[in-house]
C-alpha cells in the first residue's frame, strides 16, 4: 500500500529540509568561498556573454571561453605590470613614511613637553618602536611574503580551480540551472516565482554589476587627482580607494582617511605648499569625489534598489563579518536587500485577505462568457452562482472545458445553485458545489399561508 503525506506533513518535511540545510550551509560557511565569489562571477559576466553570443550566433560555450581567457590575459597582464609597483611601494612604507611619522610625532612630543609637564611621563623611544612594528609589519602583509605564500599552498590553487569550473558553469548553464527550479515548483506559482525572481534579480544584479563599476571609476578618478598632486604611493592609494568602495559608509570614509594620512607626513608637498595644505586639498577632493559618486554615479549605475537605512548597513556589515569574516563584510548588504524582498513578498502574501468574485450564471451563454475570462485572472477565487434552469444536461461539455480552463489558469473555482441538473453537472466534472434547496414560489407561499 502506497504511503502519501498529507498536506500538513508536507509542509513540516519542506521546512524540517530547508532547516537543514540552512544548518550545513553555516558550518561549511569557510568552505563556500570560492562558490560565492562564482556566482558574483556569473552575475557580471552573464549579461556580457549573452550579449555577444546574441551578436555573433556562437555557441555559448565558445563565447564564454573566449571571455574568460581575455579576462585571464587581461588580469595576467594587470599583476605582472602592478603587483611589483604595489610591492616597492609597500617598502617604501617601511623605509621611508615610517620614519617621517617618527620624526614628526617625535618633535610634536617634544614641543609639548616643553610647554606642558603631563607630557614628561610618555616614553617617545616605547612609541616609536611600536609604530616601527606596525610599519614593519604592514609592510611584510603587503609586501614581498604576502603573495608568494598565498599562491605556494594547495589549498588556495584548489579554491581558484573550483571558483573558475563553478563560475563558467553558472555563467553558461546558469538559466537552465534556474528554469529546473522553476519547473520544480508546482505550475501554480510560476507567476509569483517570476516576479519574487525578477525583483531579486534586478536588486542583486544592479548592486553587484555597480560596485564592480564604481571600483573602476573611484580607483581612477582617485589616481588622476593623487597624481597630480604628487601624492606618494598614488597607485597602492587608488586601488584601495577603489576596493574599499565595497564596504558601505566606512569604506569611502576609510579610504579617505588613508589619502589624507599619507600626504600629511610624506616628505615634500608640490606647488610650494605646506604638508597641512596638501592633505587639506585631498581631504577636499575625496570629499567631492564622494559628493559627485552619491549624486550621479550611484543613481545612474545602482539605482535605488537597495532601500537600507544606515542603521540597518552598519547592523549588516557588524553581523556579516562576524559570520563570514571579509566575504561577509563585503556581501552583507546586498544579502540583507535581497532578504528585504523576500520578506515583504511573503509578508504581503501572509496578510493580503483572499477575494471572492462571485459570477452570477444565468443561461450557458454566461457560463461561457466568465470561461473566456479565466485566462486573465490567474490564481483568483470564483463562484459560481447558477441560477435554476440555467444548464441543461447538455451542457455537460461546456462545463467540463469551464473547469479545464480554471485548471489551467490555477483558478479555485467553485459553485453554488438550487438547480439539481446544474449541481449535478458540476460535481461531475469535479467543481466543488454546494446545491442549495429552491427558494418557495409565490404560489407555495400562497399554500402555505392558506395552511
Known amino acids: 500500500m502506497e504511503v502519501t503525506l498529507s498536506a500538513r ?10 532547516a537543514l540545510l540552512l544548518v550545513v550551509l553555516y558550518l561549511a ?12 562571477t556569473a552575475y557580471l559576466f552573464h549579461p556580457i556573454v549573452a550579449f555577444i553570443q546574441r551578436k555573433t550566433r556562437l555557441p555559448k560555450q565558445v563565447v564564454a571561453l573566449a571571455f574568460y581567457i581575455f579576462v585571464g590575459f587581461v588580469i595576467y597582464s594587470a599583476v605582472v605590470n602592478l603587483v611589483p609597483l604595489l610591492i616597492s611601494q609597500s617598502e617604501q612604507v617601511q623605509r621611508q613614511l615610517v620614519p617621517a611619522v617618527l ?55 584548489i579554491e581558484v580551480f573550483i571558483y573558475l569550473f563553478s563560475s563558467f558553469y ?10 529546473t527550479l522553476r519547473d520544480a515548483i508546482n505550475r501554480k506559482y510560476h ?19 555597480g560596485q564592480a563599476l564604481l571600483v573602476v ?17 598614488a597607485l597602492s592609494i ?37 604638508n597641512t595644505s596638501l592633505a587639506l586639498v585631498v581631504g577636499l577632493i575625496y570629499f567631492a569625489l564622494r559628493q559627485l559618486e552619491d549624486a550621479f554615479v550611484i543613481p545612474l549605475v545602482i539605482g535605488r534598489f537597495v532601500h537600507l537605512n544606515p542603521f540597518t548597513v552598519i547592523f549588516v556589515l557588524v553581523t556579516g563579518t562576524a559570520l563570514a569574516g571579509p566575504l ?16 515583504q513578498f511573503f509578508h504581503a502574501k501572509i496578510v493580503a485577505r483572499s477575494v471572492r468574485h462571485v459570477e452570477p450564471v444565468r443561461s450557458a451563454e454566461d457560463l461561457r462568457r466568465v470561461a473566456q475570462s479565466f485566462a486573465s485572472r490567474s490564481n483568483a477565487t470564483i463562484v459560481l452562482m447558477i441560477e435554476t434552469h440555467a444548464l441543461t444536461w447538455a451542457d455537460l461539455p461546456l462545463v467540463q472545458e469551464t473547469f479545464a480552463l480554471a485548471e489551467a489558469s490555477f483558478i479555485d473555482l467553485s459553485a453554488v445553485t438550487p438547480d439539481g441538473v446544474a449541481g449535478s453537472l458540476a460535481t461531475a466534472v469535479g467543481i466543488p458545489t454546494a446545491t442549495l434547496p429552491p427558494a418557495p414560489t409565490a404560489a407555495h407561499e400562497s399554500m402555505l399561508a392558506m395552511g
Open 217 to 233: 571609476i573611484m580607483s581612477t578618478a582617485s589616481y588622476v587627482a593623487l597624481h597630480i598632486l604628487d601624492v606618494d604611493y
Open 29 to 40: 560557511r569557510h568552505a563556500l568561498a570560492p562558490f560565492v565569489w562564482a556566482v558574483i
Open 170 to 179: 553558472l555563467v553558461v548553464f546558469g538559466p537552465r540551472f534556474m528554469q
Open 328 to 343: 561577509g563584510l563585503i556581501l552583507s548588504v546586498p544579502i540583507a536587500a535581497v532578504a528585504k524582498i523576500v520578506i
Open 9 to 18: 506533513a508536507r509542509a513540516t518535511v519542506i521546512w524540517i529540509g530547508v
Open 103 to 157: 620624526r614628526d610625532i617625535d618633535s610634536w612630543l617634544q614641543h609639548r613637553k616643553a610647554i606642558d609637564p603631563r607630557f614628561e611621563q610618555i616614553d617617545i623611544a616605547a612609541v616609536n618602536d611600536r609604530i616601527r612594528l606596525f610599519g614593519r609589519q604592514a609592510a611584510e602583509l603587503a609586501g614581498t611574503e604576502a603573495i608568494p605564500l598565498l599562491f605556494s599552498t594547495l589549498t588556495f590553487a
Open 191 to 209: 507567476c509569483e516565482y517570476d516576479r519574487l525572481m525578477t525583483d531579486v534579480n534586478t536588486t542583486l544584479g544592479a548592486y553587484l554589476r
Open 238 to 274: 587608488a586601488i584601495a580607494t577603489g576596493f574599499l568602495e565595497l564596504i558601505p559608509l566606512i569604506g569611502p570614509w576609510t579610504a579617505g582617511g588613508i589619502a589624507v594620512t599619507i600626504a600629511l607626513f610624506q616628505t615634500t608637498a608640490p606647488f610650494g605648499w605646506s
